[in-house]
């Protein structure tokens, strides 16, 4: 696991900590992290607002409640659709932290370890990284190291595209 993976779970986790804490001095004991899940109108304004107007700050709000609460398939189409249309580096790096998350729900392994999942990871990873998202270049680093430059995001597009048409 790379230390930028562990280091989102540590956060999370320290996350749930902190707001299991007050809410314990508040409320009880919280059993299950779905007890931290925004409303779902909050969720669904955050949302609206950030797909809709592009508003970066909404998505980082909804997006990383929806890490904590473990909502990460619903994530995954929320984050493609603001990548893709408003180039919003932190959804490519959610979308390459999902691609390439190596655990289990329900028994189906996450991590796209077939060569058009990773292909399309490092592209995320790649783009998110040339929009300036910082908790990219750590990753970046991992994946290349530092002694090349990266290659642009486009290049794993190519394979992609390339891995298509030999299938014709």
């Not at 409320?27 to 992290?33: L, M």
């Not at 925004?38 to 909404?58: M, T």
């Not at 580096?89 to 990773?118: C, F, H, Q, V």
Request: aromatic share 14%.
């Amino acid at each position: 696991m790379s230390i930028w993976k562990l280091l989102r779970l540590f956060v999370i986790l320290f996350g749930l900590f902190l707001i299991s804490c007050n809410q314990k001095k508040q409320e009880g004991i919280i059993d299950d992290p779905k007890d931290l899940e925004l409303p779902k109108k909050v969720a669904d304004s955050l949302w609206r607002k950030a797909i809709n107007e592009g508003d970066f700050k909404a998505y980082h709000e909804v997006s990383m409640n929806y890490q904590l609460v473990l909502k990460d398939p619903e994530l995954y189409y929320y984050a493609l659709l603001m990548a893709n249309k408003h180039q919003c580096p932190e959804a490519y790096m959610n979308l390459y932290d999902m691609l390439t998350w190596e655990g289990t729900i329900d028994g189906i392994e996450l991590a796209g370890k077939d060569s058009i999942s990773r292909n399309q990871a490092l592209f995320y990873l790649l783009r998110a990284y040339e929009l300036g998202e910082n908790s990219a270049v750590y990753s970046v680093y991992e994946e290349y190291g530092d002694s090349i430059s990266p290659p642009k995001s486009i290049t794993y597009l190519k394979k992609i595209q390339k891995f298509y048409e030999e299938k014709k």
